[in-house]
C-alpha cells in the first residue's frame, strides 16, 4: 500500500490508539484517533454548561468549536496534542466526567455528521492511521485495510486503571469496568454509526497480545 488510510476500529480501551500511533509511526503516516473529537465536543459541552440532553444545542457546538490535533507537545506520556478553540485540553478529554458523557455526544447524528466530514477531509489525503468505531463502516469504507481490536471488558478496565493510577490520579477498577460494560453496550446498540466490524475487517483479539505482537501482525497483512 503507498500512502493509503489505515482503518482500526474497536471498543474503548482495546489498544487501537497506542496501536495506531505504533503503526503510525513505523509507516510514517499521521496517527488520527477520532474519538478524541467527540470527546473534545464532550468537553467543550461541559465547560459551556450546554445540557447533554439539548441535541440542537450540542450539534451547534460541533459546528462552531476549533479542532487542531497535532503530535505530542509535551513528554508527559501523551500520544498526542488536542487544542480545543486554541487550548490544550490532551488530559481533560480522558476525565471521569468525558467518560461518561462521550457515548452519548456521538450517538447525535449530525453531530456524527459534522466530525465524519472533517474525518473524511483528513482521511482522503492518505497516510493516515485513522481509530474509532466507525471508521471501516462509515467514515473510511473504501479503506483497504481494515482491523476490528477487541479484547476482554476485564482486560481493557484494567488498562484503564492502570493508565490513571500513573498518571497519579484517583481510579477504582470496579467503576471502570461498569463504565466499560456500559459504553459498549450503548455503543453497539445506538441508532448511528453504531460499533460493529465492517464484514472485510480483519479481527484481532487483544487481550493476551502486546501492542508490538498486533502492530506486527498488521505489518504483516500490508506486506
Do not use: C
Not at 474503548?12 to 488520527?32: D, W
Not at 509535551?74 to 468525558?98: A, I, P
Not at 473510511?140 to 486503571?161: N, V
Not at 454509526?193 to 497480545?209: E, G, M, R, Y
Amino acid at each position: 500500500m503507498n500512502k493509503n488510510t489505515i482503518a482500526i476500529d474497536g471498543p474503548a480501551a482495546s489498544g487501537k490508539t497506542t496501536v495506531g500511533r505504533m503503526l503510525a509511526a513505523e509507516l510514517n503516516y499521521l496517527l488520527l484517533d477520532t474519538g478524541i473529537m467527540y470527546r473534545a465536543v464532550a468537553l467543550a459541552a461541559s465547560q459551556q454548561q450546554i445540557a447533554l440532553d439539548d441535541e440542537a444545542a450540542v450539534t451547534a457546538l460541533a459546528h462552531a468549536i476549533q479542532l487542531e490535533i497535532t503530535a505530542p507537545t509535551e513528554e508527559d506520556g501523551r500520544l498526542y496534542s488536542v487544542f480545543l478553540d486554541g487550548n490544550d485540553v490532551t488530559w481533560d478529554l480522558r476525565t471521569d466526567v468525558v467518560n461518561r458523557s462521550v457515548s452519548l455526544v456521538a450517538s447525535y447524528r449530525e453531530v456524527r455528521a459534522e466530525m465524519v466530514a472533517r474525518q473524511r477531509i483528513i482521511g482522503a489525503a492518505g497516510g493516515v492511521v485513522m481509530v474509532g468505531r466507525d471508521i471501516g463502516t462509515v467514515v473510511m469504507p473504501s479503506a483497504p485495510l481494515k482491523i476490528y481490536l477487541t479484547a476482554s471488558a476485564e482486560e481493557r478496565a484494567q488498562r484503564r486503571y492502570d493508565e490513571k493510577v500513573k498518571r497519579g490520579d484517583t481510579a477504582d477498577y470496579e467503576t471502570m469496568l461498569a463504565d466499560i460494560i456500559r459504553r459498549d453496550q450503548f455503543d453497539s446498540t445506538r441508532e448511528h454509526s453504531p460499533l460493529l466490524p465492517a464484514a472485510d475487517a480483519v479481527q484481532i483479539d487483544s487481550t493476551a497480545q502486546t501492542p508490538t505482537e498486533i502492530v506486527a501482525a498488521i505489518r504483516a497483512l500490508l506486506a
